[in-house]
């Protein structure tokens, strides 16, 4: 070392001086010689694990110039021959394990791996091929992952640890089994992953790269004003959030600009976005009339007309129903029954269920001032979701507005007071789950009670029999409440069937608002053994049906079918045409379906055990009574996702003239077609449903499946003819 403390060397004849300390790879480079590398990047620190910047120091060895730093007098050599034929190879052994070319490759043509490889003059390694086994994970919204891509350069865990102290990604296993993980080695979409892109662009090959977002597209025009990257970054909205991301993913965030009166959605639209409002507010309302689809009239004769009205809570009393609750919408507020109206402030976000999960618009929003707001996409929704400023932000607005009004929604809780919920402000937490993610499973210890913010829930129960699906829940609907009450464990599992977001309340505040509030307590015991109750009778006809296939068709599921003697059924067709004159003219059945025995179970509701016209729902209006009946409620907004989820095509949508505020005069009502979903209702005003009245020849019957078939089952076998 010379007195003014650089060290000299030779580098490919070459003498240069370098400071001490400096690594080999690094003097070549300031010295303007390259040395290929795939593991190093400038804003990383050097690991020396790819091999590619290997040069020969007149060791035994080659050393990796990364990390090997000068010595006084070294005499180093970056390209001669033995040194280009360990590359080479080195590249071979890469790129058998590499698809080529690779989705980065096919996008840009910049994979650097086989840059290398052409370089080289490689088009085919002499080594067999080899595969990780692992499938790719699509599960994050903005990021796709191809561990057949990945060569183990550790380039996107330095960049998550190093550069965003994120510390999400690492490597795991050993030799052939090692490969990059996303915390405990979970999918990316389900990590604690912030998509900020960091990982994806130091990624040298294709196993981390930008999705493309070509299905949703946020439209053009004056309204839609694209926003700099850097002004967006300025905004508290997207402190935080990576700049290489946003960049990426341009245009996927608008500023739009609303004046007075202007619409920004409308119920029962489908959408792709959610709005954050930075100016200005906003009124968020529904507008369909508040009613129960009704049958009315008198059989008279043979076809009795009847006709479907609509009719107000106070005239159709149903059971289980309390006059007066909150209905929940796509917003940080629900709404009042008696007035479905509510005002959105500035830092409001609205419209996420649409947003993630691709469900109609749960209500109308309307400019109440001239507003500015910001549109996005589901890609950057997902960002700011996993962003720590902004999860503080939603948490703090939901705390302060919404929490009172979410717990209030659900009867049982109506009894609390201001002070308790008010002592539950900074212990609740906001979790998120992804689709098809676990929540709880049965058999774990009950440690908490979730109250559901939004997306839809499924809980199933195990038994030896199989998987029993017990509910499907929805905003403001509760679970976790029985193994709580029982002190004991979780006796069913929960899983998120789309994007959802839960309230988690500790199992120490559970059961103090059980002490303080004995009528929370008792209610929600009442529930409990009803809930017990309805599980053991339907464990109970399962465990007594043998045949699989009239399972696997959902008629064991029923609590009322239609079924056609066809013995005696001369497909005169009077039973179709009776439910269509007792329905303005819109059946509820059709003559075709299974077949038991000389039984035609006819395509009419079935009230089935598991809903699946219950998913979706944007206000929560169809649900199932504890009788097991499915109804649709009278805050139906009409949106027809019901009626497209039903497998057996069951539901219909109808039309009413009705008196509702006109769109462009705000505070004034003209008369309008509205829709309101409709299900067969059993004529339950009549003594018997019209179907079976009108049939000349009694061939048609409501029947109980579990006690008419029960003699039946071991008789018969079942097929699908129609």
């Known amino acids: 070392m010379s007195s003014t403390g650089l060290v000299e060397l030779t580098i490919d004849g070459n003498k240069v001086s370098v400071a001490a300390g400096t690594t080999v790879f690094d003097a070549a480079r300031l010295n303007g010689i390259a040395i290929p590398t795939l593991c190093h990047q400038q804003n990383e620190t050097p690991v020396g694990v790819c091999r590619m910047c290997v040069v020969d120091v007149g060791a035994r060895v080659f050393t990796a110039s990364c990390v090997r730093p000068v010595e006084a007098g070294m005499v180093v050599n970056t390209n001669s021959e033995k040194v280009q034929r360990a590359r080479r190879t080195l590249v071979e052994l890469l790129m058998a394990d590499h698809p080529s070319p690779c989705t980065r490759e096919q996008h840009s043509g910049d994979c ?138 341009r245009g996927a965030v608008v500023r739009r600009e609303f004046k007075r009166g202007d619409i920004i959605c409308r119920e029962g639209e489908y959408g792709s976005t959610a709005f954050y409002i930075l100016e200005g507010k906003a009124r968020v309302s529904i507008s369909n009339p508040m009613a129960h689809v009704k049958t009315k009239g008198a059989v008279k004769k043979f076809l009795g007309k009847l006709s479907s009205k609509l009719a107000q809570r106070q005239q159709d009393q149903r059971d289980e129903e309390t006059y007066k609750r909150w209905i929940p919408i796509d917003a940080p507020v629900d709404l009042d029954y008696d007035s479905p109206v509510a005002e959105l402030n500035p830092g409001d976000l609205f419209g996420e269920m649409t947003c993630m999960s691709l469900y109609p618009r749960s209500a109308t929003v309307r400019a109440e001032t001239d507003c500015t707001m910001l549109e996005m996409l589901r890609n950057v929704l997902d960002i700011m979701q996993r962003n720590k400023n902004f999860r503080a932000q939603l948490e703090k607005s939901y705390r302060q507005r919404a929490l009172d009004s979410h717990l209030r929604a659900v009867p049982v809780f109506a009894e609390l007071t201001d002070e308790f919920i008010g002592s539950l402000r900074e212990s609740v937490e906001l979790v998120r789950y992804s689709p098809g993610q676990v929540i709880c499973r049965q058999g774990e210890p009950a440690d908490c009670f979730y109250l559901v913010r939004i997306g839809f829930v499924k809980v199933t129960q195990s038994h030896l029999g199989g998987e029993m699906v017990m509910a499907y829940l929805s905003r403001s609907e509760y679970f976790g409440e029985t193994g709580l009450l029982r002190e004991d464990v979780r006796t069913a599992t929960c899983t998120a069937l789309d994007h959802v977001e839960l309230v988690r309340i500790g199992a120490q505040d559970f059961k103090r608002m059980l002490a303080e509030f004995p009528e929370v307590r008792r209610k929600l015991e009442v529930v409990e053994q009803e809930r017990a109750q309805m599980n053991r009778e339907r464990l109970s006809v399962l465990q007594n049906v043998p045949l699989d296939d009239f399972l696997t068709q959902g008629l064991m599921e029923a609590q009322s079918l239609l079924l056609l003697d066809l013995t005696s059924c001369t497909r005169c067709d009077a039973c179709v045409r009776a439910c269509a004159d007792a329905h303005d003219g819109v059946t509820r059945l059709v003559r075709e379906g299974l077949r038991f025995d000389h039984y035609l179970v006819a395509t009419s509701c079935r009230q089935c055990l598991d809903p699946l016209c219950m998913v979706g729902c944007p206000v929560g209006s169809i649900r199932r009574r504890n009788s097991l009946e499915v109804i649709i409620e009278d805050w139906c907004i009409g949106c027809g996702l019901c009626a497209e989820n039903c497998p057996y095509g069951n539901i219909n949508i109808h039309p009413f003239n009705v008196m509702a505020e006109d769109p462009a005069a705000p505070g004034h009502k003209k008369a309008m077609v509205k829709q309101k979903a409709t299900s067969c209702d059993l004529c339950t005003e009549y003594a018997e449903p019209s179907c079976v009245y009108a049939c000349p020849h009694d061939a048609a019957h409501r029947v109980d499946p579990r006690k008419f078939f029960a003699g039946l089952l071991n008789q018969a076998p079942v097929t699908s003819k129609r």
């Open 112 to 249: 650097e791996l086989e840059a290398l490889a052409r370089r080289e003059n490689l088009t085919r390694p002499r080594f067999a091929p080899y595969s990780t086994g692992r499938a790719k994970d699509s599960s994050s919204p903005s990021i796709a992952v191809d561990f057949d891509s990945c060569i183990l350069c550790d380039r996107c865990v330095r960049g998550c640890s190093e550069i965003r102290d994120h510390f999400v990604l690492a490597r795991m296993g050993k030799g052939t089994a090692a490969g990059i993980a996303f915390d405990d080695q979970r999918a990316m979409g389900e990590s604690s992953c912030v998509s900020c892109g960091e990982c994806m662009v130091s990624c040298p090959t294709g196993a981390l790269t930008n999705k493309s977002f070509t299905h949703t597209a946020l439209g053009t025009g004056p309204t839609f004003q694209a926003v700099p990257v850097e002004e967006l970054q300025q905004l508290p909205f997207f402190q935080g959030v990576s700049g290489t991301f946003l960049s990426l993913n």
